[in-house]
T-cell receptor, first 112, second 116 residues
Framework: ELKVEQNPLFLSMQEGKNYTIYCNYS?????LYWYRQDPGKSLESLFV?????AVKQEGRLMASLDTKARLSTLHITAAVHDLSATYFC????????????FGKGTKLSVKP | NAGVTQTPKFQVLKTGQSMTLQCAQD?????MSWYRQDPGMGLRLIHY???????DQGEVPNGYNVSRSTTEDFPLRLLSAAPSQTSVYFC???????????????FGPGTRLTVL
C-alpha cells in the first residue's frame, strides 16, 4: 500500500528566501505529481515526474524525483507572496491511470 | 470547453438524508474519479471509473455509491448521510497522453458538504 508523507506541513517564509518541500513515498510509484491549491479553490497541476532523476522547472518552482530514495522535492527559489498556497504531492496507486494517493499538503505562507 | 463541472457548490444535509453530487466533463476523458478533502488529511480517493459502465473502489469507498452510464457523467451518491461525511468533494477526470507517457488530471471546483 502506497503511503505519501510530506514535510514540513506548515512553512512560513520571507520573500526572497529559498526553501524545499520534501515528499517521501513508501513503495514504488511510477509517477509523482505536484499540485497547488489556493484557499477555497480547486487543485492546479504543477508537475508530473516520471523517471529517476527527472527535474522540471516552472518559474520559481523546481521539482525533482529520486526513485531509489523514494523522494521528491519541490524547491522554491526567491519566494514571492504569490506563491503562498498549499502544495500537495501525490503518488500513482494501482493499475488505473489517475488513481492518486496524496500527501497531507504543505501550507506555504510567504511574508514580505 | 467547460472542463470538469460539479453541482451543487454547497449543500447542507441532515443525518440519514440521501443525495447525489453531480460531476460532468466535456473533454471526452475515459477516466474519472471522486476525492474527498478533509482538513489536515489531503485528498483521499473514494471511487473511480476507467470508462462507461466500469467503476471501482478507492481508499475510502464506504457510504458512497457511483455509476457511470455515459463518458461525460460520474455522479456520487450518499445513501444515508453521516456527520463523518462532512467534507469537500472533488471530481477529477484525466486522459493518457501517449506522447508524454503520462496522464494529466483536471479537477472540478468542488462541492462543500455539511452533514448535521
Amino acid at each position: 500500500e502506497l503511503k505519501v508523507e510530506q514535510n514540513p506541513l506548515f512553512l512560513s517564509m520571507q520573500e526572497g528566501k529559498n526553501y524545499t518541500i520534501y515528499c517521501n513515498y513508501s513503495t514504488t510509484s511510477d509517477r509523482l505529481y505536484w499540485y497547488r491549491q489556493d484557499p477555497g479553490k480547486s487543485l492546479e497541476s504543477l508537475f508530473v515526474l516520471l523517471s529517476n532523476g527527472a527535474v522540471k522547472q516552472e518559474g520559481r518552482l523546481m521539482a525533482s524525483l529520486d526513485t531509489k530514495a523514494r523522494l521528491s522535492t519541490l524547491h522554491i527559489t526567491a519566494a514571492v507572496h504569490d506563491l503562498s498556497a498549499t502544495y500537495f504531492c501525490a503518488g500513482h496507486w494501482g493499475g488505473s491511470q489517475g488513481n492518486l494517493i496524496f500527501g497531507k499538503g504543505t501550507k506555504l505562507s510567504v511574508k514580505p | 470547453n467547460a472542463g470538469v463541472t460539479q453541482t451543487p457548490k454547497f449543500q447542507v444535509l441532515k443525518t440519514g438524508q440521501s443525495m447525489t453530487l453531480q460531476c460532468a466533463q466535456d473533454m471526452n476523458h475515459e477516466y474519472m474519479s471522486w476525492y474527498r478533502q478533509d482538513p489536515g488529511m489531503g485528498l483521499r480517493l473514494i471511487h473511480y471509473s476507467v470508462g462507461a459502465g466500469i467503476t471501482d473502489q478507492g481508499e475510502v469507498p464506504n457510504g458512497y455509491n457511483v455509476s457511470r452510464s455515459t463518458t461525460e457523467d460520474f455522479p456520487l451518491r450518499l445513501l444515508s448521510a453521516a456527520p463523518s461525511q462532512t467534507s469537500v468533494y472533488f471530481c477529477a477526470s484525466s486522459y493518457w497522453a501517449s506522447g508524454s507517457g503520462t496522464d494529466t488530471q483536471y479537477f472540478g471546483p468542488g462541492t462543500r458538504l455539511t452533514v448535521l
